[in-house]
Structures are given as structure tokens and as C-alpha cells.
């Protein structure tokens, strides 16, 4: 469920459209928004258009945004013959998307301000700008778009109007998120097992089934039913009210397990499913920290990367968004300057190479050897351009990355390379960034139902229980 700043798109009056007053963070967040709000008109302050002169230098996404912004800014202006103050048709530009109209500021605008706020500083001047607006066009609203919370109450205090950019955020309710998962109700083979048709293949079963149920699956969406006859299954196809689902490979027995790791609980095994199968080419993996995204990504990629032959290397990255204060430039190459960054990775590694009890601290020391020869990291700030060729790509903390980041970082993606991202929306260190506009919740959002991607939300902590009781009470 989309949410949109603009109401509708339907036909009104100049008196009924909004007059949006863009704040500079919103054009930095999103340099498309000026296409974003359908029929109503646009409003940018100068210094709004200050604000972004000053970020426009660096190689910083905030400053690529900026430089984005004022060509498109600059496409605008140079398009139109007709007066500035009469306000730029935004259709043309925009292709039909929008059609407002964008005001810039033309005149000096000295607003009343109350005595305590400073008038030198960037945010109070908009929110001036804001009140003369106001008192101008007194038959129609006038409303402020931010991302900054505090410039929202300030707007709010003054008596002005002032909400988020919606446009990006991909739920109102985080609790609506795709889980990848679903449970069939106890009657279920009752009401769809009547023309059932099974067949099996390599070990596993599919089965053919009809019912109401059926419109409601999603391809790669994981079924479980608990009881006497427990299942676990996955859709393959849809067809009107006819699904093809297939029984999963159990991680969870010894048999199975993948570079020594098995499944402890049901959505460990999903996940496991979803990362060994060859056909799925995304895999997004949500959950708290504990639940084993790293661990079974991981387990996973060493089986099919040095047991499978199936990727030539394992490549992680990560944002580097500190949780404290900043260490300061770190010495080094590419990969020496990401260590302090990976401590997750290192201590899955850890992990993982202390499956073979008998092989001693040599054998050990040699395969801790070979593993890092088939692991690259690599930084996020080095991936524009770049095309991976059968590579498992694994994408950690992804929920700090802008749905444009994202985007960036998965169409890297060559022949033969499989993505993992890896996340927990609750945990977003990105300024501006909410669980609702991470790109993390974009991606589940708009992968989900595709043939080739799978996505499980792990529920359940396996880390130990006094990390399991802190996650609950803390």
C-alpha cells in the first residue's frame, strides 16, 4: 500500500491543489520528488536551492542527489518561454506524471517570525517563507514537506501545516511487510485436496490443488501446516484458483546439513531452501539479531561456492554506518579498511570452521586459508559501474540503504550471481531512513511474488538464552 503526499490525480480547481513547500533534505532524499506529487503545485524557498549548492561537492550520495536535483532543476527552467513567476508546467518535464505547477522564490520574503527563533538560520527562513505563503494564498493549503522531525513540530507550533515525504515509504505499517511465510488453516486439504493430482521427483513431492486459498499464494511464498501430519512446502506456480506447491528439503536433519549447519526452527529451514535453491537468484532475509541470517548465508554459499562449484566467490559488503562515534580514517586497502566493519563475518567464520572436530588445528588452519581465499569484501562506495559474473553476493545490514542504493547495488548483478540481502528494519542508522523507506522493505516489497526471489522473515533467536531473554525485556 502506496502512500502519496498528493491526494488523487483526479481533475480540481487552482484554488483546491496544495502548494507544497519542498525542505532541501526531501529533494536529497528522493531527486525525482519533484515529479512525486501529482496534480498539485511545488514550492522551493532559495534557500532551499542555497542549502543544496552547498552539498553539491563530494562523492557522497547525498551530494550525487543534490547534483541530480539541480540538473533536473536546471532541465526545468531552461524548458519553459514563459515567465518564472508565473510559476513552470511540470508535464512536460515530468513526461505526464505530474501536473502541477513548481514555483521558485522570486522576491525577498521577510516572514514573522517569534523573537527566539534565530532569522540566520536555513530552516527558520523556509518556515518564514511558509507564513507569507500562507497569509498569501489564504483560499488553499499551504504545506510543508520535510524529512527533519524537529523542522515538522517547529512548522506545526507556528500554526502551519507540515508532513513526511511519503511517496517512498512502501507501508503505512511495518506489521503489513511480507513475511514470505504462511500458515494453512487445519481444513485445508478438506476444501483443496478434492482433485488433487501429486507426482514425485528427486525425492520431493508436488502436489497440484484447487480452492479459494489458491489466488491469495504468492510464487516462492513458503506453507506450513503443524498437527498430527505436519507440512512444510513451497508454491512453485500459479494459475487462477490452481497452485503447485512442492514438500522442502529438510535442513534440520543431520543428513542435509550444509558446511555442518542444520535448520534449529522452521523458518531457519525456509531460509536454508531459499539459499541452496539454484533458481532463485534474490534471497532477502529479515530478523533480529540472533536468528542466524549471517551464519546460514554464509553455510550456504561455502557449500555451493567450494563443495558445488556453483559461484566462483563469495562477495560481502556492508554499510559502514557507525552505531558510536566515528574511529577516524582507517589505514590500509579496500579490503584492510573494511575488517573492522566485518566483525559479523568474522566470528560466523569462526563458527563455521569449527565444524570438523577431527581435523585438527592444522587441517583447521588450512581450511580458514582456503575459505578466505573464496571470501572478498568489498566497499559499498566502489560498486557503481561494476558487473559481478557468478559471484554470491552477500549484502549485510541492508536495511541502512535508500531504495535507490539498493538499486544500484542489485543491478551489479551478472549472469550466474545470486543476491542475499540481510537486515533487521528495526535497526536503521541512516538518517532520514525509516523502516517503512528502507531499502530493504522496498526491495521485499517489490521481489515478492517473483519466480526467482524468495524472502523469509526469521522469528525465532538461536544465539543463546540470555541473548533471546535480553532481546525480549531490554
Known sequence: MLRRNAVDSSPVTAAARKLFVLDTNVLMHDPTCLYRFQEHDLFLPIMTLEELDSHKKGMSEIARNARQV???????????AAAIELGIALDGASRQLASGRLFLQTEAITGELPAGLPTAKADNQILAVVIHLQKRHPE???ILVSKDINMRIKARTLGLQAQDYFNDKVLEDTDLLYTGTRELPADFWDEHGQDMVSRSRDGRTRYRISGPLCPQFLVNQFLYQEGERPLQAIV???AGTTAELETLIDYSHARNSVWGITARNREQNFALNALMNPDVDFVTLLG????????????????????????GEIIVTRVTVPVGEDIGFLPGTEEEKMGPWMGALEDNLEVLNRGDEQAGDWGRAATRDLIRHRIRIKSLNFMRGRTFLNRYLIIDEAQNLTP??????ITRAGPGTKVICLGNIAQIDTPYLSEGSSGLSYVVDRFK???HAGHVTLQRGERSRLADYAGEVL
Open 70 to 80: 539541480t540538473r533536473t532543476l536546471d532541465e526545468i527552467v531552461n524548458g519553459t
Open 140 to 142: 488553499r493549503p499551504v
Open 288 to 311: 533480529q539479531a540472533g536468528t542466524g541470517k549471517t551464519l546460514l548465508t554464509l553455510a550456504a554459499g561455502l557449500t555451493q561456492v567450494l563443495d558445488d562449484k556453483r559461484y
Open 236 to 238: 512453485r506456480s500459479l
Open 404 to 409: 535507490k542504493q539498493m538499486k544500484t547495488l
Open 449 to 451: 511474488g517473483w519466480q
